[in-house]
């Protein structure tokens, strides 16, 4: 892999022009302000993967799906092959660093039918981009339910979940509203608040705690309380708790106008922030499964209806448990803040280049704050719509975080097939993977194809209208609104990415901007 030095403060206004002409290269004006660091950039990233999120918020899932043994070694596995697809988009950022991120590349990679390939990837990123901030933010409603019915007995029906999943979406969206640079301080917090967390959560757990489970039912037990008789099937469909987990990282690469020296940045805040995940994850969920003081108690969770809040109390005590549970609380917040972060620049992307309803609404850049406040509305709003049906179907989030995962990693994946067919016609940037380049890439395709299947599938027997999975709908509906409109209309006028004028207009319209602000 190749990458550069980085850049001193003395270096950074050279970098800032430098990073200017490129966007300017690639159609765009600087119209964001480009505040971030490298480190923000990875903190972004970081902080939406967040293994205090995805990992404590679906570790029910996990003890009823595979147990154990598939918790614990799902993970490595699962981590591997995301570090795969995160490699090979990596390499794609470095020679495209913009915020449209991964419909962009589809379009400038695609040989054929460019403006259909970006479409569509990017209709799969918007749809992954929400269901990842309702997944997130609907875990932190979860937990946070949990904490409140243990201090003040506010308890966990539904509705009251959906009340403080919609108040945290709404703090969400007025943080973001209030600009880059504060929601970059909280990314940087965020990442330190992630690892000193893990750390505490772990050691707390590793010795207060008067016994543990022993090592041969942390690496070895296996539990299927699913209703499916094939074990293989089981532990297959026990991988989205990891899958789940390690998504998000795109967020680098929709940050990369707001980001100093983004075409390495951007890389390596893609691939570090996997690395880093997959290493504290695996700490995470070893240190919590040694800890279950009872398989039964902790799925029933009478005390906090959230298995690992309930794994907390039973270890530590009530006031112990009370305050990892906090922690694991503050990491959701700043997860879900990064997400509805990510999401909002994607969408900002996606209507410059008119390609959703009412683009020119969810383009508008406030002046003052050099944000794009309504996209960041729409998706808060968005994430809200798609949580709502857990009021009639307590299975929904499972299927809520499938959505996630299908709809993000298919556009993860389109941009690495189609650089692997332009071959040797692709054009590197500075962060690349040299010889490694193809074989990486037919690995993530061929991952990502696999779990698009796997995660489709039903997870609990008999199917019922309860415990449907009903991610095939979600995935169905959009896909199918994407294409019905493509072959009605947007075929004849979306042509992909647009050039927003020549350097001189590029650079005029940037002055017009900084004047207003």
Aim: net charge negative.
């Amino acid at each position: 892999m190749s990458t550069s030095e980085p850049v001193t403060r003395a270096d950074e206004p050279a970098q800032h022009d430098s990073d200017t002409q490129r966007l300017h290269q690639l159609g765009y004006a600087q119209e964001l302000a480009r505040h971030m660091s490298g480190f923000s950039n990875f903190a972004v990233s970081f902080t939406i993967i967040s293994i205090l999120s995805g990992c404590l918020t679906l570790y029910a899932f996990g003890l009823n799906t595979g147990g154990p043994a598939v918790i614990v070694w799902g993970w490595p596995i699962v981590g591997l092959m995301t570090l795969f697809v995160g490699l090979a988009m990596a390499e794609v950022c470095s020679s495209f660093p913009t915020a449209g991120g991964l419909y962009y590349w589809a379009a400038k990679l695609a040989k054929k039918n460019s403006a259909a390939w970006s479409w569509f990837t990017g209709w799969f990123n918007f749809l992954g981009q929400v269901a990842v901030t309702a997944g997130i933010d609907f875990g932190a409603a979860f937990f946070l339910n949990a904490f409140l019915d243990l201090q003040f007995g506010f308890d966990t029906r539904p509705w009251h979940t959906i009340l403080l999943f919609g108040l945290i979406l709404l703090v969400h969206g007025a943080i973001n509203q209030f600009g880059v640079r504060i929601v970059a301080l909280l990314n940087d917090v965020s990442v330190w608040w992630h690892v000193v967390g893990v750390a505490v959560i772990v050691g707390v757990l590793a010795f207060v705690p008067d016994s543990h489970q022993s090592a041969s039912f942390v690496f070895t037990e296996f539990v299927n309380n699913t209703g499916w008789q094939s074990g293989l099937y089981v532990a297959l469909i026990g991988l989205l708790l990891a899958q789940y987990t390690l998504t998000g990282y795109d967020a680098s690469a929709h940050m990369t106008e707001e980001t100093r020296d983004a075409s390495v940045s951007g890389p390596r805040g893609i691939v570090m922030s996997i690395v880093v995940s997959v290493i504290a994850g695996w700490v995470l969920l070893v240190g919590l499964t040694f800890a279950i003081q009872s398989y039964d108690n902790a799925l029933a969770a009478p005390d906090t209806g959230v298995p690992p809040a309930q794994i907390f109390v039973d270890a530590v005590g009530v006031t112990g448990g009370k305050l990892l549970l906090l922690i694991a609380i503050g990491a959701q917040l700043f997860c879900g803040m990064a997400s509805v972060t990510a999401n909002s620049r994607m969408i900002y992307a996606f209507s410059r280049d008119g390609a959703l309803p009412a683009s020119h609404l969810w383009h508008r850049i406030n002046p003052r704050t050099r944000t794009p406040t309504n996209a960041i509305w729409l998706a808060a709003g968005g994430a809200f719509l798609l949580g709502l049906p857990y009021l009639w179907n307590v299975t929904a989030y499972a299927a809520v975080t499938s959505i996630a995962v299908i709809g993000l990693y298919i556009a993860y994946v389109l941009p690495t097939f189609l650089r692997l067919r332009q071959g040797d016609d692709f054009e590197r940037g500075p962060w690349h993977l040299g010889r490694w380049s193809r074989p990486i890439g037919i690995i993530a395709v061929t991952w990502v194809a696999f779990i698009t299947v796997l995660f489709m599938l039903p997870q609990v027997s008999p199917v019922t209208a309860e415990t449907f999975n009903y991610t095939p709908v979600a995935v169905l509906v959009v896909l199918g609104f994407a294409g019905i409109w493509w072959v009605v209309s947007a075929r004849t006028w979306f042509t992909g990415p647009k050039v927003q004028g020549s350097p001189e207009e590029l650079a005029a319209a940037e002055r017009e901007l900084e004047s207003l602000a």
